[in-house]
């Protein structure tokens, strides 16, 4: 049995190995921290700067993309600058080889050829065409929307699909041109010439057609329809399929025309002449007409059904086959159904 020195002695040892192995304790945990911290902080500052690093990479990338981008755009415009450029300057030297002077009059573009045309980059500012001749060629594809023209001439030329809407035409010569295809809509017309054209498939849809000359023209597949037309002139001309429904004329001649299945339905007519003339087919059902020539006319099956008529003129007209319900004013030839 241990005496109680050895007792107190064997409890001081154990105290005393205690407090060492929880020095050592503390001691291996502060070293290891001191060893995990660098190493904490070395992960972090690699990872912050792979991603500092990519993200450079990123930026550089779409830096260098935008400016490609850039570069293609500025080349792009480059080279429309470029074209535009030229074609400006070769419509403007076209113009100033094909005014009507002396020293130019030997320039021949019978044959020339110019497909898809944009006028619009010719004209100057965008807006006007003045002084412009083209006589003579083939235009395909060409347009001509919202232009002003003045004193242009394109006479002989050959139309295929363009595109003259919202134009303003004045002082214009198109005699003995051809169009096909070709759209006026809403295009206004002042002293314009158009005699000995040809128009198939053609829109003039306008309210403002002033002085427009087609006298020996020859128009198929015509839409006047809702148009205004001041002192246009349609002698001796050929019209077959035009639709002049709920249009206006003022001052219209007709004199000598031929006019098979032409539509006047619900139209407004004063002042016109036809005479003579040869109509086959033409309706004027609802139209009102006043002060309206027909003598010496032939017409062959005209349908006057339900329109007013106020001094009309038939004397000396041969007419057949009518259909009519005409309500017939003062001062006009009464006409029965025949």
């Known amino acids: 049995m241990a005496s109680p020195e050895q007792i107190i002695q064997m409890d001081g040892s154990g105290t005393e190995t205690r407090a060492q192995k929880s020095v050592k304790f503390r001691g291996g945990l502060r070293f290891i921290s001191s060893l995990l911290l660098p190493l904490a902080l070395g992960v972090f500052t690699i990872v912050i ?105 394109f006479s002989r030329t050959k139309f295929n699909t363009a595109n003259f809407s919202l134009a303003e035409i004045n002082d214009a010569n198109f005699s003995s041109a051809g169009f096909n295809n070709t759209s006026f809509a809403s295009t206004s017309f002042s002293n314009t010439i158009f005699t000995k054209a040809t128009f198939n498939n053609v829109n003039f849809l306008s309210k403002n057609i002033h002085g427009v000359n087609f006298e020996n023209s020859t128009l198929a597949h015509v839409d006047f329809s809702f ?9 001796s001309a050929t019209l077959s399929n035009v639709n002049f429904s709920q249009a206006v004329l003022f001052n219209a001649k007709f004199s000598s025309a031929s006019l098979s299945n032409v539509n006047f339905s619900q139209a407004v007519l004063f002042n016109a002449k036809f005479s003579p003339l040869i109509v086959i087919n033409a309706k004027f059902s609802s139209a009102i007409l006043n002060d309206v020539d027909f003598s010496f006319a032939k017409l062959h099956k005209p349908d006057f059904s339900e329109a007013q008529l106020t001094k009309v003129n038939f004397a000396s007209t041969i007419l057949s086959n009518i259909c009519s319900s005409i309500i017939c004013f003062p001062e006009v030839i009464t006409l029965s159904t025949l």
């Open 227 to 235: 148009s205004v037309l001041y002192n246009a002139d349609f002698s």
């Open 49 to 153: 700067t792979f991603q500092q690093q990519s993200a450079t990479k990123q930026q550089r990338d779409d830096d260098r993309e935008a400016s490609k981008q850039q570069r293609d755009q500025e080349n792009d415009l480059d080279n429309k600058r470029y074209q535009n450029d030229r074609f400006d300057t070769y419509i403007q030297q076209m113009a100033k080889q094909l005014t009507d002077t002396p020293e130019n009059r030997s320039l021949d573009l019978s044959t020339a050829k110019l497909l898809d045309i944009d006028f619009r980059d010719a004209a100057v500012d965008g807006k006007q065409l003045d002084q412009l001749s083209l006589t003579g060629i083939f235009l395909s594809n060409a347009t001509f929307i919202g232009i002003k023209m003045l004193n242009i001439s």
